[in-house]
């Protein structure tokens, strides 16, 4: 247990569908993080809040929308996907000054 | 930007040593961390280090140089259950906030 916390641990959903991956994490961090890795690949960053507010949008495409209302929770809405996005998709956490990145267990999607 | 270089596959004995290296360049260096990650699950904290040098904890080292753009994770007396991705990730200001930039990952295999 890291502290944060992924749900749904896994989800498929169909290519119409409209589903939101929830992270939470009590840590006190005030930085959180959505990265998707997919099979042989790097974990791929794809946002970045910090204190709440988005910092960092890797040229994501618009069929994921994230959404952090305070500085503990961290949503990832997602809406008519491909099945290339299926992947383990990964919330992490971190607090200032240097501390190291936490991770929650993930949530696997299979878009089909 | 971020570009971090580490070996994709590597196999080692049980009980024996083996070093993992990663090679990075980046402009704003700000730490280096190693990640664990098994099959299936989030990677988990292994190290940090930020000045040069050797850090050690328990079975596992790791190293860095800032000058050479060099770090190394160092495992003794392997088990079978390091059989794992190990994850080189690289801190860096970037745009007024932190971001951690992971590599690849190295998968270990450790064999009898």
């Known amino acids: 247990e890291t502290g944060v916390t992924q749900t749904p641990r896994h989800l498929v959903m169909g290519m119409t569908n409209k589903k939101s991956l929830k992270c939470e994490q009590h840590?006190?961090?005030?930085?959180m993080y959505w990265y998707k890795q997919s099979a042989k690949k790097p974990l791929e960053l794809m946002f970045v809040?910090?204190?709440?507010?988005?910092?960092e949008n890797n040229s994501v495409p618009s069929r994921f929308s994230p959404e952090c209302p305070n500085s503990s929770h961290l949503f990832l809405h997602l809406h008519t996907l491909q099945p290339e996005d299926s992947a383990l998709y990964l919330c992490?956490?971190?607090?200032?000054?240097?501390?190291?990145?936490?991770f929650g267990q993930g949530t696997r999607l299979t878009v089909v | 930007g971020q570009n971090i270089d580490q070996p994709t596959e590597m196999t080692a004995t049980e009980g024996a040593i083996v070093q993992i290296n990663c090679t990075y360049q980046?402009?704003?260096?700000?730490?280096l961390f190693w990640y664990q990650q098994h099959a299936g699950e989030a990677p988990t904290f292994l190290s940090y280090?930020?000045?040069?040098g050797l850090e050690e904890k328990g079975r596992f080292s790791s190293f860095l140089s800032r000058s050479k753009g060099y770090s190394y994770l160092l495992l003794k007396e392997l088990q079978m259950k390091d059989s794992a991705s190990y994850l080189c990730?690289?801190?860096?200001?970037?745009?007024?906030?932190?971001?951690?930039?992971f590599g690849t990952g190295t998968k270990l295999q450790v064999i009898p």
């Open positions: 840590l006190g961090h005030n930085a």
């Open positions: 990730a690289v801190r860096a200001f970037s745009g007024g906030y932190q971001k951690v930039t």
């Open positions: 992490a956490s971190s607090g200032q000054g240097g501390t190291e990145a936490f």
């Open positions: 280090n930020v000045l040069d």
């Open positions: 980046t402009s704003g260096f700000n730490g």
């Open positions: 809040y910090s204190l709440e507010e988005r910092v």
